[in-house]
């Protein structure tokens, strides 16, 4: 009988063209407990199942229990079956079984499928930079589909070059960059990072107190992991950088975020701020030049912000990657340089600036007041050395990238790519009915308001997917920077205007006739 019940699942699953690994996952659905090695059993031969498992293998492949069962079949016909045959079977079982209980601990009968989640911990983490949104453009690139990337500040692809000296002198540098660096980076990086802070007036700073990092993004996971027990709230700017949100949050620490304004030039709201401060509050996140507003904060603005961080004891991060993507004449301040008497970490790095995203190399400096923040100082420098040291190779180039001249500079007055390609887009997307915007004054992204009436707009996850499948343009929704209304969205404008023009144009085209179904 386990024979024909054998060659009968066998048949079953090639017509249902079905694997093992199929029928576990079915059954692992269904909450039934079938493991890969119970149908390799069943398969064999070896052994038939119980009664649950079989009605379960019947529905699931869609043929009648009994047949599958093999209880149709005449006795006459078991009869010829080959007896010397059934013994031999007997004795494989016998042997199987045995070495099996032996090895494994396994019952025939009981194998427990054991699933593996995530962990609680990004229950309310998000990154949808590269969300889902990005999957499903992934899925139609697959697909053959060409799809226009303005989610995310990667300025490789739209044709900014890193400067040739950095790259002359990473090739020339790079049989010295075999081995680990010190935790906190090369001398000649953290010497040129030092004195760029003295250059940005920021008080209170030796050479230890530079930390290189394989990105900004490296050192700010690091530094919320050294200060954040369960509880400790910090407050962190909406919309934000989603990557210190994520970062608060894994910590164990509770992001509050306070209200940028939109009427005001998205400056933080100041009484919102002091609002949500209470005793757990350890520290403040500011990000200036803002991501994804393209806000640059006024010395009076900073100062409101270092005098409440004064009043509550707060740290202060500020995060200053775009610090050199200053247009319009005006001038970058460093919050730190501000708070001589309060401890501040500011981070940076090359990755825009030199338009170096890929070599992954960012710095933080700590400054201020560094006796109240002895102890955590010491976290810092212990996660520091557990991850050995930052990529070396790209450390190699920071003090030419720092020293040399600036090409960025070209790039943000009249007539250079950057600043021509925001008054562009600005122009273009604000001349649509139904879209405004704050012109930003750094950086290079927008992040432009929708009539949420006019367009019936209640899900702006939605209004990304859907311009993505008509017009195949990538954008992120104001939802994934921690914006809770479904009101905005972030531009990316580093194409050159010619695509962008195209962009503009299918942005205009969607939104004549779009009216979002709920």
Same mark, same amino acid.
């Given at each position: 009988m386990n024979n024909i019940f054998a060659e009968r699942l066998k048949k079953a699953m090639e017509q249902k063209n079905m694997k093992q690994i199929d029928l576990v996952k079915k059954a692992a659905e269904q909450g039934v407990k079938l493991g890969k090695s119970h149908v390799s059993q069943y398969l064999s031969g070896k052994t038939t199942p119980r009664s649950e498992i079989l009605n379960f293998l019947a529905t699931t492949l869609g043929v009648e229990t009994e047949w599958l069962k093999g209880t149709d079949v005449s006795v006459d016909t078991l009869k010829e079956t080959n007896e010397a045959g059934i013994q031999m079977e007997n004795m494989k079982f016998d042997y199987n079984y045995n070495n099996m209980k032996e090895n494994t601990r396994e019952t025939v009968e009981e194998v427990q499928v054991r699933e593996f989640k995530k962990s609680s911990k990004l229950n309310n983490v998000l990154y949808d930079v590269r969300g889902p949104v990005v999957e499903e453009a992934a899925r139609m690139e697959n697909a053959g589909t060409q799809v226009l990337k303005l989610n995310i500040g990667n300025p490789a692809p739209f044709g900014f070059r890193t400067p040739d000296e950095v790259i002359y002198d990473m090739r020339q540098q790079l049989t010295e960059c075999e081995g680990y660096s010190p935790a906190k980076g090369l001398f000649s990086a953290r010497k040129a990072i030092m004195q760029y802070a003295q250059l940005k007036k920021l008080p209170n700073v030796s *050479?230890?107190?530079? &930390?290189? $990092? @394989?990105?900004?993004?490296?050192? *700010?996971?690091?530094?919320?992991?050294? #200060?954040?027990?369960? $509880?400790?709230?910090? #407050?962190? =700017?909406? =919309?934000?950088? =989603?990557?210190w949100t994520a970062c608060a949050t894994l910590a164990g620490g509770k992001a509050v975020h306070y209200i940028c304004d939109e009427q005001a030039e998205w400056y933080p709201d100041m009484d919102d701020i002091r609002k949500k401060i209470t005793s757990r509050t350890k520290a403040i996140v500011i990000i200036n030049p803002n991501n994804p507003t393209g806000a640059l904060y006024p010395r009076e603005v900073l100062q409101q912000i270092v005098d409440i961080a004064r009043e509550h004891h707060l740290i202060i991060f500020s995060d200053e990657i775009y610090d050199r993507l200053v247009m319009d004449g005006a001038e970058h301040i460093s919050i730190a340089s501000m708070a001589p008497d309060l401890f501040c970490v500011t981070f940076s790095g090359l990755s825009k600036s030199h338009m170096i995203a890929g070599f992954r190399i960012g710095w933080m400096i700590l400054s201020g007041n560094k006796a109240v923040a002895k102890d955590y100082i010491e976290g810092i420098k212990m996660l520091s050395n557990m991850r050995l040291c930052s990529n070396v190779p790209a450390q190699s180039i920071v003090q030419t990238a720092l020293g040399g001249h600036q090409s960025v500079e070209s790039y943000i007055v009249p007539g250079g790519r950057i600043y021509e390609q925001r008054e562009f887009i600005y122009n273009a997307l604000t001349d649509i009915p139904g879209i405004t915007a704050v012109k930003p004054k750094a950086a290079f992204y927008m992040f432009p308001k929708i009539d949420t009436k006019k367009f019936n707009i209640v899900n702006d996850e939605k209004f990304a997917?859907? #311009? #993505?499948?008509?017009?195949? *343009?990538? /954008?992120?929704? $104001?939802?994934? %920077? @921690?914006?809770? !209304? =479904?009101?905005? %969205?972030?531009?990316? &404008? /580093?194409?050159?205007?010619?695509? /962008?023009?195209?962009?503009? $144009?299918? *942005?205009?085209? %969607? /939104?004549? &006739?779009? !009216? !979002?179904?709920i």
């Open positions: *050479i230890e107190d530079i &930390y290189t $990092g @394989n990105g900004v993004s490296e050192l *700010i996971n690091l530094c919320m992991s050294a #200060l954040l027990d369960n $509880g400790d709230e910090i #407050l962190i =700017p909406s =919309p934000d950088y =989603p990557l997917l859907d #311009l #993505l499948k008509e017009k195949k *343009i990538l /954008l992120v929704h $104001g939802g994934g %920077f @921690n914006w809770h !209304q =479904p009101d905005h %969205f972030r531009v990316v &404008y /580093l194409p050159r205007i010619e695509v /962008l023009k195209e962009a503009a $144009g299918k *942005i205009r085209d %969607f /939104l004549e &006739y779009y !009216q !979002q179904e």
